[in-house]
């Protein structure tokens, strides 16, 4: 019976995700490979908690003249497969001859090259098994883990690195040799006692290839992440440097190697429509369209989660950093007497924008009081906070915490910058947007701008901000992405209204 492992002793729970990025399984296909592979972690200890439990908290005691010392000696498992080794770069013909076989271009030209696309699925999984999957095994990961043994790098987690490479070398290895008895069987050269080329197919990627993929990519922006956190200290850069001047890596820096599964998923569909192509009978061409539909699905599915994820982390980088202000400041005509602020003090807001989604945000002007004062504005999918900056130097976040991409927000919330929440959350439902024109704009005294205008339930406007942007341009993206958002919650809820609790119905909505 398949049996599926933890490869993580903690669970994350994300909500939306399928395949959680703490939560990795061993896939049926992989499964069915453990016993017999070389390439299994037979070292690895059967107790998961003892490397991080004994670890963590010791004192590193291992010096950058010692991984010298180690590297100076260490020697690279040879994991060559002579067999696959030779065929990487042999054409078809080649093989062909190779192996003594009367099949020949001129006998079926139009079966022949229909063999040469499934001969190019065959090698092109040659080159990323053999010169990228396990070159990041054997170079990379398997010296980091020697090291660790020796007391060095002991810190260095090696699964936010790598993730799930062992199981992507076992997949990718047994998918190979299938294929292979495969291709000698269509082409003669064996008798039987092999699958389909359609049925091979349809297993290994309803199986194990897409799900083992699709839990790397999941890892692989905190991989980058992590790794330039890692950057500035020299005894991990000494590790580097050694593993990249290694002939196996062919010049390839780690990064390099790193994305090489996230470009392998993406070329699947491509290489499985050129065989579909060249099929003489129907039923095996729908098959294979059927399959390269499937990886498409899979890519979908991944884009979803990896956009979910990485809102997920910013949203959970910006709670920190807002600051919500009481009534009594946030509105200098609301005078409350100290001993009467505690009956005031509402439900915290921290977590109003835990699970929203922001789909922009950048720096705007805001005109207050005659003045004109930077802002910065987030627009989420129920609603729309304006919020004052304040730079705050002293309090500083490490890039490994920081796994925003907008370089700009992401230099802020380093320094430590908060945003103050100004007035309330203006709910997407009781907004108004005004155009300024160029005429009254440049009249003005304000270029670039538009109003945004807050509404109570009965259509009095309490609110009015004027907003200037950089430039036309970054203004019409702003109005662009703010009508869209409007748009979309309004449909949303002509098809389902949402439900009014304390935490999910907006303030503004209940005026």
Known sequence: MLYQRRRSSVVVSLPGLDVSPGDLFVSNGAADLLND?????????????????????????????????????????????????????YSLAEFLQDQSSQVSASSDPQGFKRQETIWELFTSECV??????????????????????????????SWRLFANLNELCLVSSGFLNSLLRVIKNMLEITEGGSPTLLDLLGKAFQESICHCLQ?????????????????????????????????QCRRLHLRDLLVAPLQRLTRYPLLLRNIAKRCQKEDEARGLELIAEQVDKSICDLEGKVKWLDNYQKVKQLRDALVWLPVWERDKRAFIPENLKHLL?????????????????????????????????????????ITKMKRNKKRSIGPEQNPLKNLELDQMLKEGCTFTVLDQPISLDRLQLRNIDQLNA???GLPHSFIVMHQNRYQQCIGAFILQAASEAVK????????????????????????????????SSQI
């Not at 390439?39 to 963590?56: G, I, L, V």
């Not at 019409?476 to 999910?504: C, F, H, N, P, Y």
Request: charged share 25%; proline share 2%.
């Open 37 to 89: 592979s070389n390439f299994a972690d037979t070292k690895k200890s059967k107790w998961p908690f003892s490397r991080r439990s004994t670890s963590k908290g010791k004192p590193q005691t291992c010096t950058v003249s010692d991984i010298e010392k180690y590297l100076s000696t260490a020697q690279i498992q040879d994991w060559r497969n002579l067999e696959l080794q030779r065929y990487k770069d």
């Open 128 to 157: 990323y098994f053999m010169d990228q999957l396990m070159v990041l095994k054997e170079v990379f990961s398997a010296t980091l883990t020697n090291l660790q043994v020796t007391n060095c790098l002991t810190d260095i987690d």
């Open 215 to 247: 839990t790397y990519c999941l890892n692989y922006s905190t991989a980058l992440l992590y790794l330039d956190s890692l950057k500035p200290r020299e005894d991990f850069g000494t590790y580097v440097k050694w593993c990249e001047r290694s002939k």
């Open 345 to 385: 003090k509402a439900v915290t807001l921290d977590n109003l924008i835990s699970h929203r989604s922001l789909l922009h945000e950048g720096k705007l002007v805001l005109t207050e009081n005659a003045k004109l004062i930077d802002v910065y504005m987030f627009l989420f999918d129920e609603f729309l906070l």
């Open 442 to 444: 440049s009249s003005s």
């Open 476 to 507: 019409r993206v702003w109005m662009s992405k703010i009508e869209g958002a409007v748009t979309a919650l309004l449909k949303q809820d002509s098809q389902q209204a949402r439900v009014k609790s304390s935490s999910l119905w907006l303030e």
